[in-house]
């Protein structure tokens, strides 16, 4: 069963959350205050308090955490993923817990919402396809819906930090590319700084960016085919 870990980066342990058993792709408030999370079966999306002293379930239409960022204003901006019937899900807004607001009209229904940046009006996307969990980079304009492209090639993640976008290609490298988030548009070439990002079967990297340009992120680990008898015996191939 899944549990939310809070854990300082200069400490050798976390500590479980109370009230996190069975949910996954932690967001947490900008203030510390609460982490938002997904509950995968039986569906749903919940907000629990810093001290994990509530959990408190979150609309509906409120799918999935992976796909989420706060706005300044401290509402949440989500947008990827799938409803039921393979439908996507389109750009939608989350205000305080219990009100959604959905935006452009059922466009870009194609988005999976990665980040918003830091003036408060733009969000980095992926653009996928109807069955691809990969993309090109482009911006949403919140104000308007327009796009326009920022990396013409198939990632999984994008983050922006002290002035470099922050990515992971479906291989798990990790790479740093110029960017001025100003006039949103890469300004240099990119540079690998990870190789073997751990990426999640349905498609997530796992790796954080922080505000001040420290990266985190947990390695992939070496995996090898056995085979298994009843008994429980194994053997590698």
């Known amino acids: 069963v899944n549990r939310l870990v809070r854990h300082s980066l200069d400490s050798e342990q976390g500590a479980v959350i109370p009230n996190s058993s069975g949910l996954a792709a932690p967001l947490l408030a900008p203030d510390g205050s609460a982490v938002f999370a997904t509950q995968w079966a039986p569906a749903g999306a919940f907000r629990i308090r810093g001290d994990g002293g509530g959990r408190t379930p979150l609309p509906a239409a409120f799918t999935t955490t992976g796909y989420a960022d706060f706005a300044p204003d401290g509402s949440i901006w989500f947008g990827g993923g799938f409803y039921a019937q393979g439908a996507r899900s389109g750009v939608y807004q989350l205000i305080g817990t ?140």
């Open 98 to 237: 219990d009100s959604i607001i959905a935006h452009f009209s059922g466009r870009h229904l194609d988005l999976q919402l990665q980040e918003l940046l830091p003036d408060g009006r733009r969000a980095l996307m992926v653009r996928s396809g109807t069955t691809a969990i990969t993309g090109p980079i482009v911006l949403l304009d919140l104000r308007t819906g327009e796009t326009t492209t920022v990396l013409d090639r198939p990632l999984l993640e994008a983050r922006y930090t002290s002035g470099f976008l922050v990515t992971v290609a479906l291989d798990g490298t990790l790479q740093a590319v110029p960017f001025d988030q100003k006039r949103g548009r890469v300004t240099g070439a990119p540079v690998t700084i990870g190789t073997g990002v751990s990426v999640t079967g349905s498609g997530f990297g796992q790796v954080a960016v922080a505000e001040n340009g420290t990266v985190a992120y947990i390695p992939e680990e070496p995996r090898s085919l056995v085979f298994v008898d009843r008994a429980g015996g194994f053997r590698t191939a």
